[in-house]
């Protein structure tokens, strides 16, 4: 605790604190990559009691930077930065911290040395630009950088607080798993965030809200409740701040989910494919998957969840026609009659996928993802989705949309939910 | 153009504007989604010709957005709003904006006949709450949502200028294409964004900095060169604002061409993706991909390239190893003797899976994702990758990291990169 700040001042921020989130750099202010860095930050800051109120984008102009630390020191308390702390010349937070905070850049030995072990073990050798991330701003407290060369720096003003990162995704979650957490859980008192998830099925997001009417005028008003919809189904948020409304919460989110009746999928969070695996793996099946136009994002959506190869053999990823029926056994009359989207080749590329690999079950998938190859009878956005479970198969056509990005998540969600209601 | 505002403001505003991006929602505050819609704006702004100088996040709570409205009318001239406009009450931005421009709602009779038609086409009926998405504030100029229910508001304020658009990615992209950018074009001057792309292999980000320092000594300041490392490759843009620098950026973009000699794999800012599918259409070849650690996201990261079937013939994942055997001829000794994660089943994979989808090329990729299956020989991280074209067989050991997420995807544009570099 510094000298100068009066202890109730302390104790009123631990209480009331509320957390920024500034991410730096032009490339994300020209669009040129997606800020995943502040959704990572805000959920595990989330979880683990610290709530964020705002998240703030600026670019490497120092201006910028400045007249944004002034926004946020003005209505935050904790201020987290990433990004603008490279070797290159366009990274320019370090020198804007050490105008804002009025000292200069010292020599920080041990980051020096750390740098050095680090070029050491990667083979490289190190060059004056990599020297200068061991630079740091006077009045910052340094605190090392496992895995890079820039160090996180923890600035101390007042009462308040700001760190800056690396906005190297790998960099900065390490930063904040095994430094900057630990500190702010040693540092301020965080609240309880209590919240329960739904996976609702089979409702509009309109008609879903028409449904829980009654139970949204009854709810108590530090509670809320958040639709969030996604690809067929609708994530539902039921969430407070406070350990003193655990009880309530238990006793809200019993009478929800029996509102949502066998709408509701899962209680929880969990994506489509996390669901679908733990319930392979509860039952003993195993999947693979025959993809035409998900071009092998299926595959990759159920082999992105950690311990995948203990339910699923593998794909046949069968663009073109020809390897539909090599690998798959489609028959070439099939094609030529039915077309490549038909219920018939999307039945027989699931029968085939599941014969040749030896899985109890199978997700097979095609259709038009654009922006050409549609026609009037099949427009872009036509898919069949077959599902295969022992003996039982089932079929149906989706409608998807016209943007091919979509195109390919949204039938690949699509899908994936198709076998888990089949499973269920 | 509003009688209020003397006409040097206006023009003003037309010459200097700052924009600023407001994406509105609870979801974004605790990482349960990621900010896409962001970069998205930006990336189509920027393109025209109008500059983003800040982006905030903020939750659903009114008084929150209020203060950010407050916030961003004190910098910035267009104010773009997404988010909090569905039809459920934890969607509050319509009612936000009455409060903060001093006005009731009222019913469009526009908007609702659009909605009722949208639901007629849909064949769902309408309830009480999808007809009040017509219910406008009545200072805004409303202008019709062509695939959703809420429509867009168009605020004027003074000089200034607020739109408020949904948050749905597709509704808001349709929105920005087709009426706020062509409205946004005709009401304001944008300044030309001269931007040149070079994406780099073969350096450090220190490397090539070192090596660009005499270049960017002598580089105009209205000029900026900024550095994206991603996966083995660096993204280099060279940019300035204003059609004045036209022959100055001719000039140096050729400079800064000649500087990075053979390590520049494209003047472009395209993706390891595009630039392999380019190639391939070029010299009439014809790839195939056989996955294990990847999982069929090499083939997707391939297959989200429109036109694709062009060159692309189809995958095998063979996530389990008989899978490897039964559709890849991979020998049963050698995954015995040198296990899946080795340079000869990479080989014999790429070799099998061109042989029995008859292409050109092929990428092979085995290798240990984590966060179980490392050894101490074989660490989580360690991945083969052998690239096939015509009789040239090129394999390579790789070290990609720790973390599941990142492996695959560096794993992927490490493979990608590799068969690139081959045919290059």
Chains 1, 2 share one sequence.
Request: with cysteine.
């Amino acid at each position: 605790m510094q000298k100068n700040i009066p202890y109730f001042a302390l104790l009123l921020t631990c209480l009331e604190m509320k957390i920024e989130i500034i991410t730096i750099g032009d490339e994300l202010l020209i669009g040129q990559i997606v800020n995943t860095n502040s959704a990572w930050m805000a959920a595990e800051l989330t979880t683990q009691g610290f709530g964020v109120d705002a998240m703030t984008t600026v670019g490497d102009a120092p201006g910028d930077l400045l007249a944004a630390l002034d926004t946020a020191f003005a209505r935050a308390d904790i201020l987290l930065l990433t990004g603008g702390v490279g070797p290159t010349r366009d990274d320019r937070t370090k020198e804007t911290l050490c105008r804002y905070f009025d000292c200069p850049l010292i020599l920080n030995e041990e980051v020096l040395q750390h740098i050095e072990q680090l070029f050491q073990s990667r083979k490289a050798t190190l060059n004056s630009l990599t020297r200068d991330q061991a630079l740091v701003p006077s009045k910052a407290t340094v605190i090392p950088n496992r895995v890079g060369t820039a160090p996180l720096l923890w600035f101390r003003k007042g009462a308040q607080l700001l760190v800056s990162m690396p906005g190297v995704p790998l960099e900065m979650q390490t930063a904040m798993r095994e430094e900057i957490m630990p500190r702010l859980s040693a540092t301020f008192r965080q609240k309880a965030y209590l919240r329960r998830d739904y996976l609702v099925g089979g409702y509009s997001e309109s008609a879903l809200a028409t449904h829980l009417s009654s139970f949204e005028d009854q709810l108590p008003a530090s509670f809320s409740l958040a639709y969030l919809p996604t690809y067929g189904i609708i994530r539902l948020r039921l969430s407070a701040w406070g350990e003193e409304h655990t009880a309530t919460m238990e006793q809200q989110g019993k009478h929800l989910r029996e509102l949502l009746g066998s709408h509701c999928l899962s209680e929880s969070n969990q994506m489509v494919e996390q669901l679908l695996g733990e319930l392979l793996q509860e039952k003993r099946f195993t999947l693979s998957t025959a993809e035409s136009c998900t071009g092998g994002y299926i595959a990759h959506l159920i082999t992105s969840v950690a311990g995948a190869s203990g339910h699923f053999t593998g794909s046949v990823v069968a663009y073109d026609n020809h390897i539909k029926e090599i690998l798959l056994q489609v028959e070439t009359e099939t094609l030529s009659q039915k077309g490549a989207v038909s219920r018939e080749v999307a039945e027989q590329m699931a029968r085939g996928v599941a014969a040749v690999t030896g899985t109890t079950c199978a997700i097979a998938v095609t259709g038009i993802m654009g922006p050409d190859g549609g026609s009037e009878e099949k427009p872009v956005g036509t898919v069949w989705v077959a599902t295969l479970c022992g003996e039982r198969l089932s079929s149906r056509e989706y409608r998807v949309g016209k943007s091919r990005a979509q195109n390919i998540e949204r039938t690949a969600r699509l899908a994936i939910l198709q076998m888990l209601m089949m499973l269920q």
